[in-house]
């Protein structure tokens, strides 16, 4: 839904902006362009890589290891597995849901919801090639604690 | 050699594949299917990223980003940077070109990373879902409490990586090259436009993107 808002903005700014400059418009397509070329090969690679971790890596897995009755370890795990793989949200929230039923922790729950969209190991090489070595370094690790934070917060509050 | 480094990622995965599809076809076909669903969401969301980041570039002026998300921005460009963040599709990946045209074009540290982290996990789109799978009290609070920890993120980030060290440093006075590689400078990355720019004495106000600043 919100990429199709999307896809409709852009395309009206884009109309908007060829009303209003042609050469500009040109200049803007042709930046586009080349982004998108930049990125498309590294991030298709990251893709099939991730893709094929998570056939490796089945559900059943995952529960074992979140599933622990040590709630600390469980959740440091929790946010280990959720910065390692990257999931969509349609296949994370109804494994969420599986892992609590059948006995999981809310806090390592929370953890490796947070880390699984906040911290990314796959996407390192994209990020990097971005911003540089040390600004991913440091943007990671502390999205890393700060998943642990928030997860110790649900805690103390559910 | 530059060309080969360019195709690590693709060569590694494409050999995976290759080994799997030998030894292991129902792995092999599970991944496939898999990535198939990767790849159509990033061939939906890619593209309109790509064109509003660089309407941006061509678009809109240095000073408006500075003032909106600059340093001095305060607590609005905060806010600003959560919703930028929140209201954008995909997944965190077609966030960082764009982050990083809002970076070169003044943006702060701090609320580049805010919008990259609200980017991931700021979405509310994906709380209705999360609501439907995990109820109403656990999404709610986490929604909460990621708010407030995305800031901090920025500012903790802020404080240990120098505005200097995001782009990779290249010849003195030359840094500030964006190297977003678009190629408006009719050289195809700013590598070239930068070794032009050293060896032919061609006129850095070539590059699009600065100028515009």
Same mark, same amino acid.
């Not at chain 1, 290891?65 to 370890?73: F, Q, R, T, W, Y």
């Given at each position: 839904?919100?990429?199709?808002?999307?896809?409709?903005?852009?395309?009206?700014?884009?109309?908007?902006?060829?009303?209003?400059?042609?050469?500009?418009?040109?200049?803007?397509?042709?930046?586009?362009?080349?982004?998108?070329?930049g990125?498309?090969?590294?991030?298709?690679?990251?893709?099939?890589?991730?893709?094929?971790?998570?056939?490796?890596?089945?559900?059943?897995?995952?529960?074992?290891?979140?599933?622990?009755?040590?709630?600390?370890?469980?959740?440091?795990?929790?946010?280990?597995i959720?910065?390692?793989?990257?999931m969509?949200?349609?296949?994370?929230?109804?494994?969420?849901?599986?892992?609590?039923?059948?006995?999981?922790?809310?806090?390592?729950?929370?953890?490796?919801?947070?880390?699984?969209?906040?911290?990314?190991?796959?996407?390192?090489?994209?990020?990097?090639?971005?911003?540089?070595?040390?600004?991913?370094?440091?943007?990671?690790?502390?999205?890393?604690?700060?998943?642990?934070?928030?997860?110790?917060?649900?805690?103390?509050?559910? | 050699?530059?060309?080969?480094?360019?195709?690590?990622?693709?060569?590694?995965?494409?050999?995976?594949?290759?080994?799997?599809?030998?030894l292991k076809?129902?792995?092999?076909?599970?991944?496939?299917?898999?990535?198939?669903?990767?790849?159509?969401? %990033?061939?939906?969301?890619?593209?309109?990223? %790509?064109?509003?980041?660089?309407l941006?570039?061509?678009?809109?002026?240095?000073s408006?980003?500075?003032?909106?998300?600059?340093?001095?921005?305060?607590?609005?460009?905060?806010?600003?940077?959560?919703?930028?963040?929140?209201?954008?599709?995909?997944?965190?990946?077609?966030?960082?070109?764009?982050?990083?045209?809002?970076?070169?074009?003044?943006?702060?540290?701090?609320? %580049?990373?805010?919008?990259?982290?609200?980017?991931?996990?700021?979405?509310?789109?994906?709380? %209705?879902?999360?609501?439907?799978f995990?109820?109403?009290?656990?999404?709610?609070?986490?929604?909460?409490?990621?708010?407030?920890?995305?800031?901090?993120?920025?500012?903790?980030?802020?404080?240990?990586?120098?505005?200097?060290?995001?782009?990779?440093? *290249?010849?003195?006075?030359?840094? /500030?090259?964006?190297?977003? /590689?678009? *190629? *408006?400078?009719?050289?195809?990355?700013?590598?070239?436009?930068?070794?032009?720019?050293?060896?032919?004495?061609?006129?850095?106000?070539?590059?699009?993107?600065?100028?515009?600043?």
């Amino acid at each position: 839904m919100t990429t199709i808002i999307m896809i409709v903005i852009s395309i009206a700014l884009l109309a908007l902006s060829i009303a209003k400059s042609r050469q500009k418009s040109k200049e803007a397509v042709l930046i586009a362009k080349k982004m998108f070329l930049g990125t498309i090969l590294e991030v298709a690679g990251v893709m099939a890589i991730v893709g094929l971790v998570l056939a490796l890596l089945p559900p059943e897995l995952i529960q074992k290891i979140l599933g622990g009755s040590h709630v600390m370890m469980s959740t440091v795990y929790g946010a280990l597995i959720g910065t390692v793989t990257i999931m969509p949200a349609f296949i994370a929230f109804p494994l969420t849901k599986s892992l609590f039923v059948s006995g999981a922790h809310l806090v390592s729950l929370a953890a490796f919801l947070t880390t699984l969209t906040m911290v990314g190991f796959a996407t390192f090489p994209i990020e990097s090639k971005h911003f540089g070595m040390k600004f991913t370094l440091v943007r990671n690790g502390v999205s890393f604690i700060m998943a642990l934070v928030i997860a110790f917060f649900m805690g103390v509050i559910l | 050699m530059k060309q080969l480094k360019k195709f690590k990622i693709i060569i590694l995965a494409v050999l995976l594949y290759a080994v799997f599809f030998i030894l292991k076809r129902d792995i092999f076909f599970h991944a496939v299917n898999i990535t198939g669903g990767f790849l159509k969401e %990033m061939i939906q969301v890619l593209p309109p990223v %790509m064109i509003l980041s660089a309407l941006i570039t061509v678009w809109v002026p240095s000073s408006t980003i500075q003032r909106g998300l600059g340093k001095q921005s305060g607590f609005m460009g905060r806010i600003l940077s959560v919703f930028i963040g929140s209201v954008s599709a995909g997944p965190i990946y077609a966030a960082f070109p764009a982050a990083l045209v809002l970076f070169k074009k003044g943006a702060s540290i701090s609320n %580049m990373v805010i919008i990259l982290s609200s980017w991931a996990v700021i979405k509310v789109p994906m709380l %209705m879902v999360e609501i439907k799978f995990l109820g109403l009290q656990f999404s709610l609070v986490r929604f909460l409490l990621t708010i407030p920890a995305v800031i901090l993120i920025g500012l903790i980030t802020e404080k240990l990586v120098h505005r200097s060290e995001i782009h990779e440093s *290249g010849e003195e006075g030359l840094t /500030n090259l964006p190297n977003l /590689n678009c *190629g *408006g400078c009719g050289y195809s990355s700013c590598d070239d436009f930068k070794q032009a720019i050293l060896n032919e004495g061609v006129d850095i106000n070539g590059c699009v993107v600065l100028k515009k600043g």
